[in-house]
């Protein structure tokens, strides 16, 4: 079964807040990782593929833990603008790539 | 930047009509997927198409639903005698030649109601 399971928060954090956000994943054959964020009512978009070695994008930091099935997301100095949906995504194998996303962790960064 | 399209933005049908949802996937890209997402749920994969078959359905995806690339450039999901609870929105997706393994550019979505 693939399955891909995420707090839903809401997380609610003041502004230049450090947030994290975890994900887990059911199959330990599984190819690609994504985070993904979604505004309320919007289409899912792209915020990082998440690497073995881990990865960075500005104060965005993605770690993938494959022993243990494990995604995170790091947010450093939130912004109000990060406020949105996070998605943890998954590509359990092929290139045909149907994606099998997490529900989401909720982000309301406050003033 | 080029991106996905789709319409219509919004679409509102009596129970058992049928629908036809649209796309247009970015020019270059090769594989198109179509995924939905019920109020207050996850996205779902409905179906993935390549080299104008469909690779991959979910359980989802049964015989009332069909997807085509009539003339290369649309991509559509049709819902022949649709239900209250396939209302949702409906998100379009493509990707470039090296398929899944690259992200997945998606369309601002149809939201479909079924009255």
């Known amino acids: 079964r693939k399955e891909v399971e995420q707090d839903p928060g809401p997380f609610n954090v003041p502004e230049g807040a450090t947030v994290a956000f975890n994900c887990t994943y059911s199959n330990s054959a599984s190819q690609s990782f994504f985070w993904y964020r979604q505004d309320c009512r919007k289409e899912p978009k792209l915020l990082m593929s998440?690497?073995?070695s881990g990865n960075e994008d500005g104060r965005f930091t993605a770690q993938l833990n494959r022993a243990s099935q494990y995604i995170s997301l790091l947010i450093r100095d939130s912004k109000l603008s990060d406020s949105a949906t996070y998605l943890c995504?998954?590509?359990?194998?092929?290139?045909?790539?149907?994606?099998?996303f997490g529900k989401g962790t909720k982000l309301s960064v406050k003033p | 930047e080029p991106e996905v399209t789709q319409t219509p933005s919004h679409q509102v049908t009596q129970m058992g009509q049928e629908v036809i949802l649209r796309c247009v996937p970015i020019s270059n890209h090769l594989y198109f997927y179509w995924y939905r997402q019920i109020l207050g749920q996850k996205v779902e994969f409905l179906v993935s198409f390549y080299n104008n078959e469909i690779s991959e359905k979910s359980e989802i995806f049964d015989d009332q639903f069909s997807v085509e690339r009539p003339d290369g450039s649309n991509f559509t999901l049709k819902i022949r005698s649709t239900k209250l609870e396939d209302s949702a929105m409906y998100f379009c997706?493509?990707?470039?030649?090296?398929?899944?393994?690259?992200?997945?550019?998606f369309g601002p979505g149809t939201r479909l109601t079924v009255l």
């Open positions: 997706a493509s990707t470039p030649p090296g398929g899944g393994y690259n992200e997945q550019f």
């Open positions: 998440v690497y073995s």
């Open positions: 995504v998954v590509n359990f194998g092929g290139s045909q790539g149907n994606l099998i």
